[in-house]
């Protein structure tokens, strides 16, 4: 090929190099590379203050709260041990759903409410059809049931 | 009937016997990927919770594991090359790169289309989906450096040492959604649970998997041949052959 | 049968944009792919027959196994 392209192909292989191993150093540094933060780590102090950062839960049951005339939604998320509310305005995912996993970035206010700018919906692994869900919903019901009595 | 298998450690044998299997693995790639795409589309029914847009599995599952087999299998050869100082087994490695790049590509492309409707955004900087762009990095600095160096041995050298360098990412996009908090789900397919997929969806997606598995033999066995032709050139058995397909 | 109508079909749940881009840009590269490695090996043997025509003297090794 032309010395011109070669050049810029060895310039492009040398960038990507020294790119991945830099990267792949920070991956070994895995508090650097928290994704989320958990309400419990909220609550025990170790997100940082001041800064942005994400918070990953469970969205509470029952939490969700829309306020009339505008796109501002008040709901909780939770990791069963903490609760953090979170108070958040603009446009929410379509897997947006109480009981379902959520990921949230903004700042923790001074009051203790998580000030999203950022609302993103975690989804499990699980893929079966409406029916096998339904099914399975049905079953932990009847169980439960069967245990309180 | 003792086969020789060494004999195919040599350009020539090889390429002979690589275009007798091409047009099998053709016939195997349509079967199999007409059959995934049935299985995917007219049998396996809509999910309670993505819908329809989970549909994209069919393909990103396949493209996202083929990118890292594609990656190992690369980096093997690649090592067998510098090692043995094996020509065809650099050839290999090279002829395989590319391949692996697209899949990765189309990974990291079906992914964004998956991930803006279902968790709201084309992208984040999670474990998952940042070992998989590296991932990608890896297939292009392979090629770049490859390309870059004139002399085929140096460059299969220089190569390798990438290749091999670069494996230690492929476990850590697997472990990624254990290993860390991610926005990527966990693994709904693996060797020691019992499958998160309803049947018909995992089978349409493993007939895409196993098609995937042809179509890559098939690109990388024709570019393999192509290479070995160029780097071979200035061979009898070349000469030979292109006197007969001359002739004919 | 999943589909009512071929419009259901496309329409994927309202996803289609999403769906179709996904299978749309996967068959370019499949098809992008086989057409370069075509175009690779017609240039080396249009390139061969180049130097074929010509008389330049070459080199020629015996094959020797790897």
Same mark, same amino acid.
């Given at each position: 090929?032309?010395?011109?392209?070669?050049?810029?192909?060895?310039?492009?292989?040398?960038?990507?190099?020294?790119?991945?191993?830099?990267?792949?150093?920070?991956?070994?540094?895995?508090?650097?590379?928290?994704?989320?933060?958990?309400?419990?780590?909220?609550?025990?102090?170790?997100?940082?203050?001041?800064?942005?950062?994400?918070?990953?839960?469970? &969205?509470?049951?029952?939490?969700?709260?829309?306020?009339?005339?505008?796109?501002?939604?008040?709901?909780?998320?939770?990791?069963?041990?903490?609760?953090?509310?979170?108070?958040?305005?603009?446009?929410?995912?379509?897997?947006?759903?109480?009981?379902?996993? &959520?990921?949230?970035?903004?700042?923790?206010?001074?009051?203790?409410?998580?000030?999203?700018?950022?609302?993103?919906?975690?989804?499990?692994?699980?893929?079966?059809?409406?029916?096998?869900?339904?099914?399975?919903?049905?079953?932990?019901?009847?169980?439960?049931?069967?245990?309180?009595? | 009937?003792?086969?020789?298998?060494?004999?195919?450690?040599?350009?020539?044998?090889?390429?002979?016997?690589?275009?007798?299997?091409?047009?099998?693995?053709?016939?195997?790639?349509?079967?199999?990927?007409?059959?995934?795409?049935?299985?995917?589309?007219?049998?396996?029914?809509?999910?309670?919770?993505?819908?329809?847009?989970?549909?994209?599995?069919?393909?990103?599952?396949?493209?996202?594991?083929?990118?890292?087999?594609?990656?190992?299998?690369?980096?093997?050869?690649?090592?067998?090359?510098?090692?043995?100082?094996?020509?065809?087994?650099?050839?290999?490695?090279?002829?395989?790169?590319?391949?692996?790049?697209?899949?990765?590509?189309?990974?990291?492309?079906?992914?964004?289309?998956?991930?803006?409707?279902?968790?709201?955004?084309?992208?984040?900087?999670?474990?998952?989906?940042?070992?998989?762009?590296?991932?990608?990095?890896?297939?292009?600095?392979?090629?770049?450096?490859?390309?870059?160096?004139?002399?085929?041995?140096?460059?299969?050298?220089?190569?390798?040492?990438?290749?091999?360098?670069?494996?230690?990412?492929?476990?850590?996009?697997?472990?990624?959604?254990?290993?860390?908090?991610?926005?990527?789900?966990?693994?709904?397919?693996?060797?020691?649970?019992?499958?998160?997929?309803?049947?018909?969806?995992?089978?349409?997606?493993?007939?895409?998997?196993?098609?995937?598995?042809?179509?890559?033999?098939?690109?990388?066995?024709?570019?393999?041949?192509?290479?070995?032709?160029?780097?071979?050139?200035?061979?009898?058995?070349?000469?030979?052959?292109?006197?007969?397909?001359?002739?004919? | 049968?999943?589909?009512?109508?071929?419009?259901?079909?496309?329409?994927?749940?309202?996803?289609?944009?999403?769906?179709?881009?996904?299978?749309?840009?996967?068959?370019?590269?499949?098809?992008?792919?086989?057409?370069?490695?075509?175009?690779?090996?017609?240039?080396?043997?249009?390139?061969?027959?180049?130097?074929?025509?010509?008389?330049?003297?070459?080199?020629?090794?015996?094959?020797?196994?790897?």
């Amino acid at each position: 090929m032309k010395p011109r392209h070669k050049k810029l192909a060895a310039i492009v292989a040398g960038v990507t190099a020294l790119g991945v191993a830099s990267i792949l150093v920070l991956n070994a540094f895995q508090s650097n590379l928290v994704f989320f933060f958990s309400p419990t780590q909220v609550m025990a102090n170790e997100a940082p203050v001041g800064k942005s950062f994400r918070i990953g839960g469970l &969205v509470e049951m029952g939490s969700i709260q829309r306020e009339d005339g505008s796109t501002t939604v008040r709901f909780a998320v939770t990791d069963t041990a903490e609760i953090i509310p979170v108070i958040y305005t603009g446009i929410l995912p379509d897997l947006f759903k109480e009981g379902k996993g &959520v990921v949230a970035q903004g700042k923790l206010s001074d009051n203790g409410i998580f000030e999203a700018d950022e609302v993103l919906a975690k989804h499990d692994e699980n893929y079966m059809p409406p029916e096998a869900a339904e099914a399975l919903e049905q079953a932990a019901k009847a169980q439960k049931a069967s245990l309180t009595q | 009937m003792a086969i020789n298998w060494f004999k195919y450690s040599s350009p020539a044998s090889f390429y002979s016997l690589a275009g007798k299997m091409i047009p099998i693995f053709v016939f195997l790639a349509v079967v199999l990927t007409i059959a995934g795409l049935y299985v995917g589309f007219f049998v396996a029914p809509t999910d309670f919770q993505q819908g329809e847009a989970y549909r994209i599995i069919f393909i990103h599952v396949p493209a996202a594991w083929m990118s890292m087999f594609l990656y190992v299998i690369m980096a093997v050869w690649a090592g067998i090359g510098l090692a043995f100082n094996t020509r065809l087994s650099s050839m290999m490695a090279t002829a395989i790169a590319p391949t692996g790049a697209m899949f990765t590509f189309l990974a990291l492309w079906t992914g964004a289309l998956w991930g803006k409707p279902m968790w709201g955004t084309w992208w984040v900087w999670d474990a998952r989906l940042t070992s998989e762009l590296i991932l990608l990095f890896l297939y292009i600095g392979f090629m770049s450096l490859q390309a870059a160096i004139d002399d085929p041995r140096r460059a299969d050298k220089a190569g390798a040492i990438i290749a091999l360098v670069g494996v230690v990412n492929i476990p850590i996009i697997y472990f990624s959604v254990q290993w860390w908090n991610t926005l990527h789900q966990g693994a709904s397919v693996s060797l020691n649970q019992a499958p998160a997929m309803a049947t018909t969806m995992l089978t349409g997606m493993m007939i895409m998997v196993f098609a995937s598995w042809m179509y890559s033999i098939v690109v990388i066995l024709k570019r393999v041949r192509v290479i070995i032709l160029e780097r071979e050139s200035h061979t009898a058995w070349v000469a030979e052959l292109r006197k007969k397909e001359a002739a004919r | 049968m999943n589909w009512e109508s071929w419009s259901e079909f496309f329409a994927m749940g309202g996803y289609g944009v999403y769906v179709w881009g996904s299978y749309f840009v996967t068959l370019i590269c499949i098809v992008g792919e086989v057409l370069l490695i075509s175009k690779r090996r017609r240039t080396l043997d249009k390139h061969y027959g180049l130097i074929h025509d010509s008389n330049t003297k070459e080199e020629i090794k015996n094959e020797t196994t790897s």
